[in-house]
């Protein structure tokens, strides 16, 4: 009987309560949205596992000793794999549309509206200004992003921001086109663009080294981000280090995201995301992505008004990053008013211009907050 | 002013500075490299 007792307390059962139970459930529900339904699952999958491992009893979120700590710690806490992951994003991006028509730098920077217009609404909501900053981002569609912020201003909000910010990314195609078609008319749906000029390979190496130098000396705290995600982009446009720039939108893009995922997860135990504040920051989560898709609309009706060839407003929405869904989903809003009116590439600009532009907002929430 | 406010101006603004700032040097550039690739063809041919 003493051995059985013996082996029961060696046992973790004691350990466990109702909130790990519901977040196993929760664990597993991602795990199933991520193999069955196909929800970002390079992402979700990881994220799942490391939110299933820490409502385990063990210790491998021990500050110090536990191995997902480490991961987080050196990783996120750090600030490390952020900028990695931008290194990759970088190397995979053609900024081809954005140089051949660089007015959708604009319709980047207007989607940034719904950022702050969330911060207001996590503000009034009772979040701290930091963890509204951090619940802002989220409208930026840009998960990275969002962790690197959070690891700076609100390490406490970095799993639940994360999860919300690519579970809404995944949501994109659900989320935009009711609001797309609310704030355009059928005509404007239908206003078809000039088909972009050709960029040449020169054009397209200057890109990154403009780009890094003007945004460091603008908004230096974004350049770690801006850096790596301009490096990146070098690597891949110069053509001379070919292996580099596979390596880093390949082996070390799939690297990174293990332990990014895994470690996410990882700071979602019961006791922190079983509380009514993670309700708030899903119900803001979707707020910013309405805001930044109508904030971008907005911006390209205002920039018709001054405009001789006007541009098709769906092109806005793709202002929010979320590379290449967001501007997938403005062709296909455009398509269904007028099938031949092909917007995919001119809503690119405003794609890849919405990475830069959630970045240098990220970058003036810490220069301000800090 | 409270410094949700000065969060909100100095962050928009900021976005929307940059992104003029990197229109413009951006067409520069682009006019700059088209030249460049033009006198090179001419030099070539």
Known sequence: ??????????????NLYWG???MWAIALTF??????????????????????????????????????????????????????????????????????????????????????VTFFGALALGFNIDQAAVIGIIGG??????????????????????????????????????????????????????????????????FPIITVIVITLVVPDAAALMGMFCFGNLMRESGVVDRLSLTAQNELMNIVTIFLGISVGATM??????????????????????????????????????????????IGAAGVSAVPMAARVAHKVGSEADKKNYLLMHAMGPNVAGVIGTAVAAGMFLSVLK | MSLALTTFISGISGVFLVMTFLLIMIKLSSKLAIALEKKQEKQES
Request: include cysteine.
């Open chain 1, 141 to 206: 569609a840009d998960g990275p992003t969002t962790i690197f912020l959070a690891s700076k201003l609100a390490p406490e909000m970095m799993g639940i921001c994360a999860v919300a910010a690519y579970s809404y990314m995944a949501l994109v195609p659900v989320i935009q086109p009711p609001v797309m078609k609310l704030l355009t008319t059928e005509a404007q749906r239908k206003i078809r663009m000039k088909s972009l000029r050709k960029v040449s390979k020169l054009e397209k190496i200057f």
């Open chain 1, 1 to 14: 009987m003493e051995l059985l007792q013996g082996m029961w307390t060696s046992m973790a059962f004691d």
């Open chain 1, 20 to 22: 790990n139970l519901v």
């Open chain 1, 269 to 314: 135990p019961a006791e922190v995301f079983l509380t009514t504040k993670v309700i708030g920051v899903f119900i803001l989560g979707s707020v910013a992505f309405c805001c930044a898709t109508a904030c971008g609309i907005g911006l390209a009706h205002l920039m018709n008004l001054f405009l001789k060839e006007k541009i098709n407003p769906l």
């Open chain 1, 31 to 116: 795990v199933y949205l991520a193999i069955k339904k196909g929800f970002e699952p390079l992402l979700l999958l990881p994220i799942a596992f490391g939110i299933l491992l820490v409502n385990l009893p063990s210790e491998i979120m021990t500050p110090g000793e536990g191995l997902l700590w480490r991961f987080y710690h050196y990783g996120e806490e750090w600030a490390i794999i952020p900028p990695l992951i931008f290194l990759g994003i970088g190397a995979m991006t053609d900024f081809g549309p954005v140089i051949a028509n660089p007015k959708t730098l604009l319709l980047g920077a207007g989607a940034q509206g719904g950022v702050y």
